[in-house]
């Protein structure tokens, strides 16, 4: 069964803690996306890679990092310079050799801050 | 910069009532449309999209969209709606072709509310 898996569904960050979420995809897509939802602003680009080994800041990657070592993993982490980090974060794939770039979507990780 | 603008933030409709939802984009050349919408705990998930071509795209559960470049629209439309049509609604774009980022540029959101 092909798709995007994100973990956890629910994650609590303390002040001052870095915290990291989970994404993978069995699609065999080359890209990976990050965007965060908040009510009323839709979805902001956050991180986006194309390739394994190299990624790209999209509009708000101040006080987020990643990496992309292997292509079916992506993972985010938010860590204590982001200020405002509650809101729900979504990650998407898709295959560069679309160009209809159609994106894919996992579940969502809804973050909390305690 | 690329942009895309959703001018209806809660639309509430009585079943069986005529749906459109508004969507402009600005970019420059080729651009890549798409809906997508969001049910209450669940994925979000493709709905339609415009690539090229005939600028009347149909897409799943009955829903249609037209592309009309001189007003730099994406309008989402449907006959008739139903209850289980009750979700958020986003209108994004994409820079077409193999140039630049290919990440996509999401509107705010259209939130649905269909009453029985």
């Known amino acids: 069964d092909g798709g995007i898996t994100q973990s956890p569904k629910y994650l609590f960050r303390k002040e001052g803690q870095n915290v990291t979420l989970s994404c993978e995809q069995n699609l065999n897509h080359d890209a990976m996306y990050w965007y965060r939802q908040d009510p009323g602003q839709g979805l902001r680009l956050i991180y986006y890679s194309q390739i394994v080994n190299d990624f790209q800041k999209g509009d708000i990657a101040e006080g987020y990092s990643v990496s992309r070592e292997k292509k079916e993993s992506f993972p985010l982490t938010v860590t204590s310079a982001q200020k405002n980090p509650t809101a729900f974060y979504l990650c998407?794939?898709?295959?560069?050799?679309?160009?209809?770039?159609?994106?894919?979507f996992g579940p969502g990780t809804r973050l909390l801050v305690l | 910069a690329q942009s895309v603008s959703q001018h209806n933030h809660h639309v509430i409709l009585s079943e069986a009532a005529s749906l459109e939802l508004g969507c402009n984009y600005s970019y420059g050349g080729t651009v890549n449309l798409f809906w997508y919408v969001q049910y209450p705990g669940q994925h979000l998930q493709l709905l339609l999209k415009y690539f090229s071509g005939d600028p009347l795209v149909k897409g799943i559960k009955g829903f249609e969209a037209e592309f009309i470049k001189s007003k730099f629209s994406f309008n989402l439309r449907k006959p008739s709606v139903q209850w289980s049509d009750t979700a958020e609604y986003f209108c994004a774009g994409g820079v077409g072709g193999d140039t630049g980022r290919r990440a996509l540029t999401f509107g705010s959101g259209t939130r649905l509310q269909v009453q029985p």
């Open positions: 998407a794939s898709s295959n560069l050799a679309d160009f209809q770039e159609t994106q894919y």
